[in-house]
Antibody, heavy 121, light 108 residues
Framework: EVQLVQSGAEVKKPGESLKISCQGSGYTFTSYWIGWVRQMPGKGLEWMGIIYPGDSDTRYSPSFQGQVTISADKSISTAYLQRSSLKASDTAMYYC??????????????WGQGTMVTVSS | EVVLTQSPGTLSLSPGERATLSCRASQSVSSRYLAWYQQKPGQAPRLLIYGVSSRAIGIPDRFSGSGSGTDFTLTISRLEPEDFAVYYC?????????FGQGTKVEIK
């Protein structure tokens, strides 16, 4: 079964750092794009960035460039999203999503279950 | 960055009716890179349409997409009870992507 499994919910304090993970299985992880999408409480979807694990080609939304780091460890078929100096406004559900039906980053056809991140003092 | 504007914000319809959702881009979008998603409360989004008009695997044929350039449409021919949800369009271009703000399809 093709799936993405994300790490569990996080509760952080302002100023702390965050690294959440997304492990792919059931497909060739290195051959397909994988990305991250943010959804703040009660709000819409925001495209953050994508990575091609085969060569670590990474592309960011201008809104998130310099604010987050997307990486991948192909040896364990896992993608990561990192953020330092968290703020309360980083409280959101973070989804990883992949494209396994095509070799381009045109859309996301598989999704992780989401990782809820809460930032509160 | 391409801005996608969806309209209407909310669509109130009855089961069996036709739903027409609009997505307008601030600049031309490649036809390969326009997609539509459905999201229900507490769930991850689900891909419905990619490449403007191609249905994703398992998506019923009552869902269809059309458009080109800056104007795109998602049509649900006859609403089923499970279709009441929020719908997002999404584009990818110039090494970045964006989502529209969403259209909620609610039961009238």
């Amino acid at each position: 079964e093709v799936q993405l499994v994300q790490s569990g919910a996080e509760v952080k304090k302002p100023g702390e750092s965050l690294k959440i993970s997304c492990q792919g299985s059931g497909y060739t992880f290195t051959s397909y794009w994988i990305g991250w999408v943010r959804q703040m409480p009660g709000k819409g979807l925001e495209w953050m960035g994508i990575i091609y694990p085969g060569d670590s080609d990474t592309r960011y939304s201008p809104s998130f460039q310099g604010q987050v780091t997307i990486s991948a460890d192909k040896s364990i078929s896992t993608a990561y999203l990192q953020r330092s100096s968290l703020k309360a406004s980083d409280t959101a559900m973070y989804y990883c999503a992949g494209r396994v039906g095509s070799y381009g980053p045109d859309a996301f056809d598989i999704w992780g279950q989401g990782t809820m991140v809460t930032v509160s003092s | 960055e391409v801005v996608l504007t969806q309209s209407p914000g909310t669509l109130s319809l009855s089961p069996g009716e036709r739903a027409t959702l609009s997505c307008r881009a601030s600049q031309s979008v490649s036809s390969r890179y326009l997609a539509w998603y459905q999201q229900k409360p507490g769930q991850a989004p689900r891909l419905l349409i990619y490449g403007v008009s191609s249905r994703a695997i398992g998506i019923p044929d009552r869902f269809s997409g059309s458009g080109s350039g800056t104007d795109f449409t998602l049509t649900i021919s006859r609403l089923e009870p499970e279709d009441f949800a929020v719908y997002y369009c999404q584009q990818y271009g110039s090494s970045s992507g964006t989502f529209g703000q969403g259209t909620k399809v609610e039961i009238k």
